[in-house]
């Protein structure tokens, strides 16, 4: 168990619907990152954040945003959904984002059908 | 740009040898660090070894080391007597200005 939570682990929704995922990093960290891994693109990095702030934005369509809240857990909110957002969505934290490990969730799995 | 680069999409070894996964990476920063993490069927992404640019030992955690050659720009990670679970994709990243940059990943699968 890496101490990321993720919530939920599955998620079935149709074309053109709203979804939120949910991270919560483990205990200490104040640096979280949100991944997409599909089959086509293999791991991409979207987006960082660092104690609330945005630190980096990667590969993160404008249909996607994200947030980290004071109590420092983080929601990545994803809009309009096509059936090429269909991924496994992974968050990650370390204690600062500068660090010799990042730890990373279970992931949650995404199916636009 | 940092990249990553993992050649073998697949790899197979008995159980009990020992299995080296290639990662080579090419970056223009003078200070970096080196990841390995193991994915199974079942999906989470687990971490396996750290190595630092500045590092001048070799990591080892375990059964996993990792072969840093700084000048061939590679850091292959060696499996160890391997087992039946250790059959799992394994992706070698860097992490670049604030994020980690992966490869596509070498599917390894141990047999009886």
């Known amino acids: 168990d890496s101490g990321v939570t993720q919530t939920p682990k599955h998620l079935i929704t149709a074309t053109g619907q709203r979804v939120t995922l949910r991270c919560s990093p483990r205990?200490?960290?104040?640096?979280v990152y949100w991944y997409q891994q599909s089959l086509d693109q293999g791991l991409q990095f979207l987006i960082q954040y660092y104690n609330g702030e945005e630190r980096a934005k990667g590969n993160i369509l404008e249909r996607f945003s994200a947030q980290q809240f004071p109590d420092l857990h983080s929601e990545l909110n994803l809009s309009s959904l096509e059936l090429g957002d269909s991924a496994l969505y992974f968050c990650?934290?370390?204690?600062?984002?500068?660090?010799?490990?990042?730890?990373f969730g279970q992931g949650t799995r995404l199916t636009v059908v | 740009a940092q990249k990553i680069t993992q050649t073998q999409p697949g790899m197979f070894v008995q159980e009990k040898e020992a299995v080296t996964l290639d990662c080579t990476y090419d970056?223009?920063?003078?200070?970096?660090?080196l990841f390995w993490y193991k994915q199974p069927s079942s999906g989470e992404m687990i971490f396996l070894i750290y190595q630092g640019s500045y590092d001048q030992q070799n990591a080892t955690e375990g059964r996993y080391s990792l072969n840093f050659q700084k000048a061939r720009k590679s850091a292959n990670l060696v499996i160890s007597a391997s087992q039946l679970g250790d059959s799992a994709m394994y992706f070698c990243a860097m992490r670049g200005f604030q994020k980690l940059v992966f490869g596509t990943g070498t599917r390894l699968l141990v047999s009886p």
């Open positions: 990650a934290s370390s204690a600062t984002g500068r660090d010799t490990e990042a730890f």
């Open positions: 205990s200490g960290d104040l640096s």
């Open positions: 970056t223009s920063d003078p200070s970096y660090g």
